[in-house]
């Protein structure tokens, strides 16, 4: 017996795809840089906060009309959860398959989005290049292989 999705394109299944998710990301991303609660987020929309965590996730698709609905209340244009989409796609692609896009799509924690709000209020070109730069050197020298969780615990120490 086969399933009702096996051979269809994406287009035909309900299931979220790589955009699915990477428009959860970016309403996370929105909801925390204005300090909104999931629940603040469903009540402006007349969902409940479950909803809000599902189209997070990527779990459930946005459609047309709830992302016109996201935009107003979140003050922002639809586009916005669109932007550096192409990106995605394209690491996607280069790796050959959407599963190992995982590296670069995947579930980003609450300091790291805490980080790149923080850094897009940074004004200053060459501040911002300093930062990154650092970021990166950092990055770099990490050790390979190293579980987040072995990260967390050595600079819980400090």
Known sequence: MTSATEGQSPLETKNPTLADQHVGRKLRWRRQELKLSQQELADRLGVTFQQIQKYERGANRVSAGRLFDLAQALETRITYFY???????????RRGAAEDAADFTGQIDKEAVDLLIAFQKIEDPDVRKSILASVKKEA?????????????ARSSKS
Not at 83 to 93: H, M, N
């Open 83 to 93: 932007e550096g989409l192409d990106l995605v796609s394209a690491a996607a692609a």
């Open 140 to 152: 770099r020298q990490a050790p390979a292989g190293k579980s987040r969780a072995k990260v967390k």
